[in-house]
Nanobody
């Protein structure tokens, strides 16, 4: 059974940093493209960052230069390092992967105060 479990969210002041984690079980994360999405209140879920099985990364323009997506193969864990956080980064963050179907984590809340 595939499970993705996020952690690391919280309340931080603008300009601060957080590192989100997404621990995988029942699946080897680095064999699949992995993504971080976020959903702010009243807004659609948006793709924030993606890493392919080959290690290529891409980011939504609003987080380029501030966020970094990575995978620790030994821990089978996906990360999202978020620096220089802004109030507009406030959202629930989800990790996702797709094999023959999509798998989503439960989400972790990130709140950035101004």
């Amino acid at each position: 059974q595939v499970q993705l479990v996020e952690s690391g969210g919280g309340l931080v002041q603008a300009g601060g940093s957080l590192r989100l984690s997404c621990a995988g079980s029942g699946i080897i994360l680095n064999l699949n493209a992995m993504s971080w999405y976020r959903q702010a209140p009243g807004k659609q879920r948006e793709l924030v960052a993606r890493i392919t099985s080959g290690g290529s990364t891409n980011y939504v323009d609003s987080v380029k230069g501030r966020f970094t997506i990575s995978i620790d193969n030994a821990k089978n864990t996906l990360y999202l390092q978020m620096n220089s956080l802004k109030p507009e980064d406030t959202a629930v963050y989800y990790c996702m992967t797709r094999t023959w179907r999509e798998y989503w984590g439960q989400g972790t809340q990130v709140t950035v105060s101004s």
